[in-house]
């Protein structure tokens, strides 16, 4: 498992004075960049990468500006070319928001799908465990 920590902008508020539902999707983003890593390095140009095919993100809780957000990332199903990553942002102890994404390993020339190799496959599995 992969934590984050955030600390939320002004900008990141809206009108109603609490953290808008876009930051947590920037945030979730921010969280999955060590697993973006993984395929392209620090993001030179390459022939591959991962697309997103699908996302759920579930608003529990308020957040507000003035303390630390913690997101925390697990990839919890890794397929023949795709894998599932679940997120949770948590501010003072209290989850208030979760999100699901589907990330596909694809080739960009071919534009199609292409399989996860078993090294990365393994570097994978170290973002699997709960802690």
Known sequence: ?????????????????????????????????PIYRIFVGDFEIADRFLAMVRMEVDYAGEMRLGSEVTVRTRITEIGRSSFHVRQEAFQQGRCCSSGHVVLVHYDLTTRKAIPITDELRESLRRFSKTD
Request: charged share 20%; net charge negative; proline share 3%.
């Open 1 to 33: 498992m992969l934590e984050t920590t955030i600390l939320p902008q002004f900008s990141d508020s809206d009108a109603l004075g609490h953290i808008n539902y876009q930051a947590t999707v920037r945030w979730f983003e921010t969280g999955r960049l």
